[in-house]
Antibody, heavy 125, light 107 residues
Framework: EVQLVESGGDLVRPGGSLRLSCAASGFTFSRHWMYWVRQAPGKGLVWVSRIYSDGTTTEYADSVKGRFTTSRDNVKDMLYLELNSLRAEDTAVYFC??????????????????WGPGTMVTVSS | EIVLTQSPGTLSLSPGERVTLSCRASQFVSNSYFAWYQQKAGQAPRLLIYGASTRATGVPERFSGGGSGTDFTLTISRLEPEDFAVYYCQQYGSPPNSFGQGTKLEI
């Protein structure tokens, strides 16, 4: 059974830092791109970041570029999100997600087919 | 950045009705990189449709996706009580990826 479990969410002061983790199990982690998506209280989903299977390529939303860093450990089956220079508007539930990696003709489709339950990050003084 | 605009924001419907949700992209999106998700209160999202029209594993046949280019739709042929939730579209092609703002289906 595929499982994703986030941890590390906390209350942090503006300007502070935090490291989120996502433990993966039940699938071959090293074969899948992985995502971070966030959701502010009562708001919609916002794409944060994506990392390729081997970790060599990472992509970020403009709102977090230069402040957040996504990484992965394919030996420990772990995904990470380093959050720096945190702002009040970063307050949200942070979800990790697995890219499906479905081959459709010559294309590999990467929608998010499994999600963790999320971890709450609150940025407040 | 591709902006996805969903309409309407909220729909009030009854079980048994048919509904079509809309998602418009600010620029071309390949069908291969378009998805729909369902999210219920307090839960993580659930993948419904990928590749614009392919149902994900375990998704009932009453859900169907369509459209191409900049205009995409999600149709639920006959609403069940468990379908009342928030629905999001997503493009997962070139970064930055993006989600629509969501459409809430309420009873």
């Amino acid at each position: 059974e595929v499982q994703l479990v986030e941890s590390g969410g906390d209350l942090v002061r503006p300007g502070g830092s935090l490291r989120l983790s996502c433990a993966a199990s039940g699938f071959t982690f090293s074969r899948h791109w992985m995502y971070w998506v966030r959701q502010a209280p009562g708001k919609g989903l916002v794409w944060v970041s994506r990392i390729y299977s081997d970790g060599t390529t990472t992509e970020y939303a403009d709102s977090v570029k230069g402040r957040f860093t996504t990484s992965r450990d394919n030996v420990k089956d772990m995904l990470y999100l380093e959050l720096n220079s945190l702002r009040a508007e970063d307050t949200a539930v942070y979800f990790c997600g697995r890219a499906a990696m479905i081959t459709v003709g010559s294309v590999i489709a990467t929608p998010i087919d499994y999600w963790g339950p999320g971890t709450m990050v609150t940025v407040s003084s | 950045e591709i902006v996805l605009t969903q309409s309407p924001g909220t729909l009030s419907l009854s079980p048994g009705e048919r509904v079509t949700l809309s998602c418009r992209a600010s620029q071309f999106v390949s069908n291969s990189y378009f998805a729909w998700y369902q999210q219920k209160a307090g839960q993580a999202p659930r993948l419904l449709i990928y590749g614009a029209s392919t149902r994900a594993t375990g998704v009932p046949e009453r859900f169907s996706g369509g459209g191409s280019g900049t205009d995409f739709t999600l149709t639920i042929s006959r609403l069940e009580p468990e379908d009342f939730a928030v629905y999001y579209c997503q493009q997962y092609g070139s970064p930055p990826n993006s989600f629509g703002q969501g459409t809430k289906l309420e009873i």
